[in-house]
């Protein structure tokens, strides 16, 4: 049986952390959306300023099993900051061994350490196995809220306009 441990992903992990977010585009069916290169991972992840962190779980040989990556929100509401998840991934040799779960209750963890009132993230509606973990740990989808984006050319034209 594989054994595994979860730290904090460092700038040295920027490759990783890269490979896995291809890899996640490329099973949402979205690689062609990806514009991250290792460099600028390194900077948005790493950099001075830098409002977002990420984990990585490795195998006792250090081999990377998963990642995720997230930064916190706040909630008016309960005047306390929130954890949000933004991707969590698993590579296909890893899948099914626990290594999803692991990294979500190490951020659960790390969202009650810091006080954070919630833990939050999004899901595919067609992503049925990831659905069936998030179900069985007892996380409640929320239905009645839409998520709505701004981005790209919409994004910059918006902006510019009076």
Aim: charged share 25%; hydrophobic share 40%; proline share 3%.
């Amino acid at each position: 049986m594989t054994s595994y441990r979860i730290r904090p992903a460092s700038v040295a992990d920027a490759g990783i952390i890269l490979r896995f977010i291809r890899e996640l585009a490329d099973y949402e069916k979205a690689l062609h959306e990806v514009a991250a290169t290792e460099e600028t991972v390194a900077a948005s992840l790493f950099g001075e300023g830098s409002v977002s962190r990420a984990l990585i779980c490795e195998t006792e040989t250090g081999e990377p099993a998963g990642s995720a990556v997230f930064f916190n929100t706040y909630s008016t509401w309960q005047a306390k900051n929130g954890l949000y998840l933004e991707d969590l991934y698993v590579t296909p040799d890893h899948r099914g061994s626990g290594v999803g779960k692991m990294l979500l209750r190490a951020l659960a963890r790390i969202a009650l350490d810091e006080g954070c009132g919630r833990f939050e993230w999004s899901v595919l509606d067609w992503n049925t196995p990831a659905i069936r973990v998030y179900d069985a740990i007892g996380a409640e989808p929320h239905g009645e809220w839409i998520r709505y984006r701004l981005s790209g050319e919409k994004l910059k034209r918006f902006a510019e306009t009076a």
